[in-house]
């Protein structure tokens, strides 16, 4: 099967059934019990805090918070760390499902996407009757942070052929991570085999700094690669050796997910987080000319009704 991002997966999909898990919250340190669920066609992936009876649709213009994670939703009314199930939802194809937590951040579980992944396999997914829209960009779309050689940056621009093209770059300080780069084109199959076990990661000096002003309480070596200059703290090492940049582009992967239907697009960033990844799908939206909505007959195996798109995008 192909994913989210791969317009050879035509029809939209869910969960076969309810599916869930314990975990903590990395930055907010508190046990959450977090249940995924079937949904409809054309109900895109919704966010559901079970506490406040609230749900939040998974789309970028609900974005609100991106220091360290991707949150949606506002104040107290707000989910955080849903980047690496949006991705593995996007990556297995998942269409529409809802996200139920009872708390104010989605588990962390091992620091990667393999616990969701591993969640939506036991859980097993259905195609539903509804084709899948997709979004073309048209050309490139391009935000940047900084200025000079040392400058974050992230575009999207019209790729060749169907699905996401991605190509990422870092460079850190520490010795351990340096410079790394990434490309790929996203499928469910180079999303399980090279990204999807990638886990979070942090500089040990950062750590007493992020948990005074309230981040990472509930980050371990259990759920997060800590560097202290040229060392892996953790005891157990590396998965990759750039696990690093393969985190990094999961985690754009999710939040590029949040243009709320498949991208046909080649990404590319250098240094990019949260922050721009967001600002780059708002630039997108905000511009009619860079983007238009497939039509059913230029997407294979389409037919019949489509899903709905981003609330931004439908009303550009």
Known sequence: ???????????????????????????????????????LAGDGIVFRRTDLGLDIPARHDTVSDTRLCTAIGEGAARIGTIEHVMAALAALGVTDAVVEVDGPEIPILDGSAAPFIFLLDCAGLVELA?????????????????????????????????????????????????????????????FRAVLADARTFTMAEDIARLRAVGLARGGSLANAVVVDGPLVVNPGGLRHADEFVRHKLLDAVGDLALAGAPLRARFRGHRSGHALNNRLLRALFADPSAWRRMDEEEIPAMAGAQVRLPMAAAAA
Do not use: Y
């Open 130 to 190: 509804a084709p899948v829209a997709a979004i073309e960009v048209l050309r490139t779309v391009r935000v940047t942070e900084g200025e000079g050689p040392d400058a974050a940056w992230a575009e999207l621009s019209p790729s060749n052929g169907p699905g996401l093209d991605a190509e990422l770059s870092i460079d850190f300080g520490a010795t351990a991570i340096g410079r790394q780069s990434l490309s790929l084109r996203v499928t469910e199959d180079s």
């Open 1 to 39: 099967m192909d994913g989210f991002f791969a317009l050879g997966t035509a029809r939209a999909r869910t969960l076969k059934s309810a599916i869930g898990c314990v975990g903590v919250g990395l930055h907010s340190g508190a046990k959450t019990t977090l249940t995924l669920r079937p949904a």
